[in-house]
């Protein structure tokens, strides 16, 4: 069984799934990319954005531009975080 935090959203067209992830995993591309592909296959179809949050509880993303973009004008409190869980 594998438990995933983090959300699906809809936005513009465009569905995509953000997942909670430690902060040292957003430290380099290629650890990030590694990460990303990971989970693929527990959203398939859809880009994958890593968040990690500071010690201050300041999110970091990374993925798509276009969608990094979008979520920085989005406050952090009004994503509807939830815990996934998927029989592998």
């Given at each position: 069984m594998v438990k995933i935090q983090g959300a699906v959203i809809k936005e513009r067209g465009v569905k995509f799934a953000i997942v909670i992830v430690k902060p040292h995993l957003l430290l380099s591309q290629a650890e990030s990319q590694t990460t990303a592909q990971a989970f693929e296959p527990y959203f398939p179809g859809m880009p994958i954005v890593l968040m990690a949050q500071d010690h201050h509880g300041k999110p970091a993303?990374?993925?798509?531009?276009?969608?990094?973009?979008?979520?920085?004008?989005v406050p952090f409190e009004a994503i509807h975080w939830v815990e996934y869980t998927f029989d592998m």
């Open positions: 993303y990374w993925g798509r531009k276009d969608i990094i973009s979008f979520l920085s004008k």
